[in-house]
């Protein structure tokens, strides 16, 4: 008997696999600006844009939005984006905003899209997470993402935050007129400026590092020793490190010439007392996830929505924050080889919870219109769901 298949068997039978490996459907990212909110710090740049167009990914970019980071249109047409208004900007499958959005325009966004933004941006503004929550979006914040303790996305801006401070902060006492005129390292026979650094994480060690390089006396504070110990030996044990008693940090804090507060447990607050101690041109960073609460009397300035010689008239102690927006390209770029670096990840959170990473679905605050995240729910008044139970569901 003859077993083998006819000719037309055989048509039939290659036609299967070809049809199976047909193209990957095309991947929208959308990239709304995020200056209405000043928000300067753009999340792409046109070379992350054409790595993304590499991989099967098409970027719809809202005209004029990488104006703050001194890209043109024409910069991210010719890397493959599509440039369009803000409206098709949110019709996309995955849509990345630092910034929160207007409320109104999650109407334009379907369920299910995916948005990739930061905590604060989405719980500081109760009615904005109520009307994402609403509108079926999934909601990831790019800041919660861990994977296996490395926060890639909380640990570079927290690094920028860190290095700029200490750039802006030295800029403004050596103004002549409305700092101190003063360098912050000193010179021979003049001694040095001294920083005072709330925390030892990856802001605060970036902070001292660019600070023990112009030649400042650095002082970090913390109360989980640990983690002192670690950033003092990062820092080849040139910082003076040591618990925040409440004495020892009162004497610090009135020779301090700058002091930045970086996320730590158990943040004293600098309270009407101390800051009145401390001297009258000081200069103040807050770069917690909750800006103005270390330094409650103090007024509080957005750094990315001013410009830097409003701050140098004043004689005045202020608190300053989102020091971040003050180099928004560096931003820019580090945000973009995360982006680029995770894709994969990205495009398989637009599938099924069981499908999405592990670090992606961890990060989420709102899936198909359940809250699955604490800090959301509490900003909502309401409880959150264990996600786990949605998986497989």
Not at 152 to 163: F, K, R
Not at 274 to 280: I, N, Q
Request: hydrophobic share 40%.
């Amino acid at each position: 008997m003859n077993t083998q298949p006819s000719p037309c068997e055989e048509m039939l039978t290659l036609e299967q696999p070809l049809s199976d490996s047909g193209p990957e459907r095309k991947l929208i990212i959308g990239l709304p600006s995020g200056m209405a909110a000043g928000e300067r710090r753009f999340p792409l740049t046109p070379e992350g844009t054409e790595q993304l167009a590499d991989r099967n990914i098409l970027v719809k970019i809202e005209s004029g939005a990488g104006k703050p980071i001194h890209y043109s249109d024409n910069d991210y047409s010719r890397a493959g984006a599509s440039v369009c208004e803000r409206q098709k900007s949110l019709r996309a499958d995955i849509i990345i905003s630092p910034a929160p959005l207007y409320k109104a325009e999650t109407l334009y966004m379907r369920r299910g899209t995916v948005l990739l933004t930061l905590l604060r941006s989405v719980i500081d503004r109760p009615d904005y997470a109520r009307a994402l929550q609403k509108a079926g979006v999934n909601v990831i914040a790019a800041d919660l993402i861990d994977n296996n303790g490395h926060r890639p996305v909380a640990d570079i801006l927290h690094e920028i935050d860190g290095c700029a401070s200490v750039v802006v902060a030295s800029s403004l006492l050596a103004d002549p007129v409305n700092g101190k005129g003063i360098l912050l390292g000193g010179v021979t026979g003049v001694g040095p400026g001294e920083v005072l650094i709330l925390g030892s994480g990856m802001g605060a060690i970036a902070a001292a590092h660019n600070a023990l390089g112009l030649g400042a006396t650095v002082r970090m504070f913390d109360n989980d020793i640990y983690s002192l110990r670690s950033a003092s030996r990062v820092l080849n044990y040139q910082i003076i490190a040591a618990a925040p008693h409440p004495r020892v940090l009162k004497s610090a804090l009135q020779t301090a010439d700058i002091v930045i507060a970086t996320p730590m447990s158990g943040m004293p607050v600098i309270d009407g007392e101390l800051a009145a101690a401390m001297k009258r041109r000081v200069i103040t960073f807050d770069l917690t996830n909750k800006p103005g609460a270390t330094f409650p009397s103090l007024p509080l300035i957005d750094l990315g929505n001013m410009e830097i010689d409003s701050l140098k008239a004043s004689n005045s102690r202020v608190c300053c924050h989102n020091v971040g927006g003050r180099v928004p390209r560096t931003a820019a770029m580090a945000l973009s080889n995360s982006i680029v670096a995770g894709c994969d990840s990205l495009r398989a959170s637009t599938g099924s919870l069981a499908e999405m990473p592990a670090p992606m679905r961890q990060a989420l605050l709102f899936y198909w219109g359940k809250c699955v995240n604490s800090a959301a729910a509490e900003a909502l008044g309401t409880r959150a769901l264990d996600i786990n139970l949605l998986i497989g569901n």
